[in-house]
């Protein structure tokens, strides 16, 4: 439990802090509204996420399952994603005018913090891939350090400005130049690449959930939001608030498990250790559904909401959180120890689904109830099933080889 934590921590902090920094934003600069860029911008971190669980992670899995130390497919993975994403990233910028009309937002209001929180994002890849790495090597302590350190760095560089000027332009450099420098310190100090390995794939059969979940995420959230955007303005602060309450214990509850899940199965452990770490998720994900509650109620009484919409947005999406976290342990031990077919399968058609009802439904709640309807019963139900299944196949074929062991 210890572990899940300290991972929880890390990731707590990566999440936590930009939600605060938003938080902050809104009041230094003088502009509420400043503070929707974290769910205007929030299908562009399932693009980063992308890249950090199914590369960077993918290499890192592959590493551990082959006894691999010398972490060149991780670096690699870490530089060829950086350069892809910051590209990606520099075609949204140049085209913004466009992505503020197909919003229909008003891009003269939000442009320069687009800006920042693109940039940011972009600065998020190597720093969790240095992390993760130290994670996987033991040194959970020293990866949340880092962590600590440069959202701080983040947080104080784009706020303390804004209190003495005025120009936003110049603020928005000041805390890119220092959130840049430090990310730069942290290569210079952690990676050790001996070769360039440009197998960025060669973890991905590891990494599957993610690479379907992350894809169908930016689709539906960069495609499906407009049913949110379309609504009046107190709406989409609702829904902003809800994401803000909760976006930080589901990044949380997913990377905490499976890394943790991972690196036991890596181990060999997880026959011994199955039932603690089932147990440990759920005890996780309780405790997280009840600080987003609190985080919620909070809220609630600072910003200006629909209290009725907000409770609906967060029982819809966030009420089958202990079940997920179920499923994360058993897919972790799948996604090693059992690839199948089957999953690559279940996940296609989850995916599609939801994508497909986020942009049919007619409903301020086409998200939400996409998200319950394909990932918290039909996702989850078929991957359990799956699960079972691999573990029947294990036990059946058990005492095959214990029968050849005396034979």
């Known amino acids: 439990m210890k572990r899940l934590l300290n991972l929880g921590f890390t990731q707590g902090v990566s999440s936590c802090l930009p939600i605060f920094m938003w938080f902050a934003i809104g009041i230094v600069y003088g502009n509420s509204s400043y503070s929707n860029m974290f769910v205007i911008t929030y299908a562009f971190q399932f693009m980063e996420d992308f890249f950090q669980s199914v590369l960077v992670k993918g290499c890192l899995l592959y590493e551990n399952k082959h006894g691999i130390k010398d972490r060149n497919y991780t670096w690699s993975a870490i530089f060829t994603s950086s350069v892809i994403l910051f590209a990606v990233f520099l075609v949204f910028i140049l085209n913004a005018d466009s992505f503020f009309r197909y919003m229909k937002l008003d891009g003269s209001v939000y442009y320069p913090f687009f800006v920042f929180s693109l940039l ?71 990676v050790k690449m001996t070769a360039y390995r440009p197998n960025i794939f060669i973890g991905c059969k590891y990494q599957m959930n993610s690479i379907l979940g992350n894809i169908s995420m930016f689709i539906l959230y960069f495609f499906g939001m407009g049913s949110v955007y379309g609504d009046s303005v107190l709406i989409i602060g609702t829904y902003n608030l809800m994401l803000l309450c909760t976006d930080t214990q589901w990044d949380m509850l997913r990377t905490a498990i499976e890394v943790d899940t991972s690196l036991e199965v890596c181990k060999g452990n997880f026959e011994e250790r199955k039932r603690v770490l089932f147990r440990n998720a759920v005890v996780f994900s309780l405790m997280l559904l009840l600080s987003s509650v609190v985080m919620l109620f909070i809220g609630s009484l600072i910003c200006p909401v629909n209290v009725k919409y907000l409770i609906l947005f967060f029982l819809i999406e966030n009420g089958f959180l202990p079940i997920f976290a179920v499923r994360y342990v058993m897919m972790g031990w799948v996604a090693i120890e059992r690839p199948d077919k089957y999953l690559f399968y ?62």
């Open 120 to 190: 940011q994002l972009f600065l998020v890849l190597p720093l969790c891939g240095i992390v993760s790495v130290l994670q996987f090597d033991g040194k959970e302590e020293e990866g949340f350090r880092i962590t600590l350190r440069y959202y701080l760095i983040q947080l104080l560089g784009i706020v303390l400005p804004g209190l003495f000027i005025e120009n936003k332009i110049i603020c928005i450099a000041i805390a890119l130049l220092l959130s840049a420098g430090y990310v730069v310190l942290l290569c210079c100090k952690y």
């Open 346 to 407: 279940v996940l296609t058609i989850v995916n599609v689904i939801r994508v497909v009802l986020t942009l049919t439904l007619q409903s301020v709640f086409a998200v939400s109830f996409a998200l319950f309807i394909a990932n918290a019963v039909l996702g989850n139900g078929l991957q359990i099933l799956l699960y079972l299944k691999a573990r029947r196949n294990l036990n059946a074929s058990a005492p095959v080889k214990q029968a050849d062991v005396y034979s």
